[in-house]
């Protein structure tokens, strides 16, 4: 176990390596001059040159990219060209509020997708089950701005229960977590029927059934404890989905977050913003695949693994 992960830690080497190099040469592509981008419509040409040369955007491509890598091991990401303030800052205080917001929206994707999930397979071919996996498909193939627009019109204008935007009090929560854990709760509905399902069908789950044990314990003592194995994957995966997919949820709910920064800085040609809030969404997915990884091999003792050398 070790060895793995220590193997799967060196790996996050080269994806975080990758992703850097991907998001340094896309914001470089953006058609323009980004130092014209960032002095302003108004600026002067020599004001244009300082920018040019205070970024070091007059040096080639690979000495740029060389002190992007120099500073981001520093943990230094730079300051913003809008106010000025460190990036490491302006995203410090605001991931808290996606922290809070996707862990909510997880919560509430895992209570209703599992529920759902396990009653389904329960019932097969029920009106329930035909119903819920319905419900399940929209929700998954649903665009989240439009749930969001959706929920806002009915909760916020036309039943007046929960305000459409804004931060302060838990209500203001709720919408935005919500329309965050929809998709997530129906991935997860459509996973823990069909796990549930093939658990189901196992011959140790006859056994206990003929020893005339009662269908609820057959079901949440021993078929559930198994199906939850790929359920637990997901989870995982889908909370650094969860992270990087806030952009659009707090766009459209005006929630101060780590992706209204991002969208906000895309506007603003804010590049060291955008760099320093892609990489750390990046390296959050990376290590969030890594403990995932290392708990199915806890939760399953039929997992193991190994070294190089097979031992």
Not at 110 to 116: H, L, N, Y
Not at 124 to 149: E, H, I, Q, T, Y
Not at 210 to 233: D, F, Q
């Amino acid at each position: 176990m070790y060895q793995y992960i220590v193997r799967r830690l060196m790996l996050t080497i080269p994806v975080v390596i990758g992703v850097s190099i991907i998001v340094f040469a896309i914001i470089r592509m953006i058609p323009g001059d980004p130092a014209r981008a960032m002095a302003g419509v108004n600026a002067t040409p020599e004001f244009i040159e300082q920018v040019r040369v205070r970024h070091a955007l007059d040096q080639p491509l690979h000495v740029q990219y060389g002190r992007f890598m120099v500073n981001l091991l520093q943990g230094d990401l730079g300051r913003s060209i809008f106010n000025g303030r460190p990036v490491t800052t302006e995203i410090g205080e605001r991931f808290p509020r996606t922290l809070l917001l996707a862990t909510v929206a997880l919560v509430i994707a895992t209570i209703i997708g599992v529920s759902a999930g396990i009653v389904s397979a329960t019932r097969r071919n029920s009106l329930f089950d035909n119903a819920s996996m319905l419900v399940a498909l929209v929700g998954v193939a649903a665009p989240v701005f439009w749930m969001a627009l959706m929920l806002q019109l009915l909760f916020a204008v036309q039943l007046r229960w929960l305000p459409a935007t804004g931060i302060g009090q838990v209500r203001h929560l709720v919408l935005p977590s919500l329309t965050l854990g929809t998709a997530s709760a129906a991935l997860m509905a459509r996973i823990t029927r069909s796990s549930m399902l093939d658990v189901l069908r196992q011959d140790y789950i006859t056994t206990a059934r003929s020893k005339g044990l009662g269908e609820r314990i057959v079901v949440y003592k021993h078929a559930l404890k198994n199906a939850l194995i790929p359920v637990v994957t997901v989870l995982g995966l889908q909370f650094g989905i969860l992270l990087g997919g806030a952009v659009l949820t707090e766009t459209v709910f005006a929630w101060p977050g780590v992706g209204r920064l991002l969208v906000d800085s895309i506007l603003r040609r804010d590049y060291p913003v955008v760099q320093g809030t892609v990489m750390l969404l990046a390296f959050l997915f990376v290590i969030i695949n890594l403990v995932v990884d290392i708990a199915y091999a806890f939760l399953d003792p039929r997992v193991h693994y190994r070294s190089e050398s097979g031992e």
